[in-house]
């Protein structure tokens, strides 16, 4: 299973991508994650665990947040 924030306004506002410093999508993405090994997962996998400041790349191209964001044109990285 998997946790992601930032690919819909209204699953996770006020916008799609990057939201820095934004705790409510810290706190959703926590409650995705403690809520599937809650429920007993197999296994678990974070596939956007570092994106750039647009919310990308990602396996299937669409803009998202991550817990980790890398400014690569000022050589700075948020978490």
């Given at each position: 299973?998997?946790?992601c924030q930032g690919y819909s306004e209204v699953e996770?506002?006020?916008k799609r991508g990057v939201s820095l410093g934004n705790i409510n999508r810290g706190q959703q993405y926590a409650e995705d994650i403690l809520g599937d090994l809650l429920s007993n997962v197999s296994s678990w996998?974070?596939?956007?665990?570092?994106?750039d400041?647009?919310?990308?790349?990602n396996h299937v191209g669409n803009i998202c947040d991550a817990?980790?964001?890398i400014d690569?044109?000022?050589k700075k990285y948020y978490k």
């Open positions: 299973t998997e946790a996770s506002p006020p996998n974070d596939w956007n665990m570092i994106l400041t647009n919310g990308g790349p817990p980790i964001i690569i044109e000022n």
